[in-house]
């Protein structure tokens, strides 16, 4: 049982938008901590596609949005691609626990 | 470019301790602006944070391992090292070390290591 919760799976034809959510809790998003999220494509390390919420870092197609809002966050993904198939995964801080935590995973099917 | 390099045995018995290392090169781990963290993925689960630690030598550990782990870090060879004690089958996992970044409001990993595969068997 993960601290932030996400829906195991997702999916959506090429074009299409979709959103992953992440749900947390008053020690965690709710306290003010950002949420990070990160894209695990098969066999490969995940790799940081949000920070602080909003943010995308450098080479990260503005197809990908982030937001948050009270104790959850959600990443929607426009414009749908093939390559967009993937496992997605949100990361905040919680207080509770002093430490990261990690949402437990959304498989993207582009189909 | 900063590269981080996953090291150490495939394969550790059950009761025995798991000993990885983490080699950091393009750049120095000696910096206050980063942390250094673990992380595991069970096979076909999800990511769960082990621990982290600063230059300096202050380490965080998640609270379900922190009786079994200790992060090192050794800025001479700009290296950081992960040993969990007493594995058991749940252990078995791929491995990551990861650069961190920390705030007052945030805390997240900017560059993985490419993982190694640990297996715990007899």
């Known amino acids: 049982q993960s601290v932030l919760t996400q829906p195991p799976s997702v999916s959506g034809a090429p074009g299409q938008r979709v959103t992953i959510s992440c749900t947390g809790s008053s020690s965690n998003i709710g306290a003010g901590y950002d949420v990070h999220w990160y894209q695990q494509l098969p066999g490969t390390a995940p790799k940081l596609l949000m920070y602080?919420?909003?943010n995308r870092p450098s080479g990260v197609p503005d197809r990908f949005s982030g937001s948050k809002s009270d104790t959850s966050a959600s990443l929607a993904i426009s414009g749908l691609q093939a390559e967009d198939e993937a496992d997605y995964y949100c990361?905040?801080?919680?207080?509770?626990?002093?430490?990261?935590?990690f949402g437990g995973g959304t498989k993207l099917t582009v189909l | 470019q900063l590269h981080l390099q996953e090291s150490g045995p495939g394969s550790v018995k059950p009761s025995e301790t798991l000993s990885l290392t983490c080699t950091v090169s393009g750049g120095s781990i000696n910096t206050r602006s980063y942390y250094w963290g673990w992380i595991r993925q069970p096979p076909g689960k999800g990511l769960e944070w082990i621990g982290s630690i600063y230059y300096s030598g202050s380490t965080y550990y998640t609270p379900s391992l922190k009786s079994r782990v200790t992060i090192s870090v050794d800025t001479s060879k700009n290296q950081f090292s992960l040993r969990l004690s007493s594995v058991t089958a749940t252990d078995a996992a791929v491995y990551y070390c990861a650069r961190q970044l920390s705030g007052r409001t945030y805390w997240y990993f900017d560059l993985w290591g490419r993982g190694t595969l640990v297996t715990v068997s007899s």
């Open positions: 990361q905040s801080y919680d207080s509770s626990l002093s430490g990261s935590v």
């Open positions: 602080g919420n909003t």
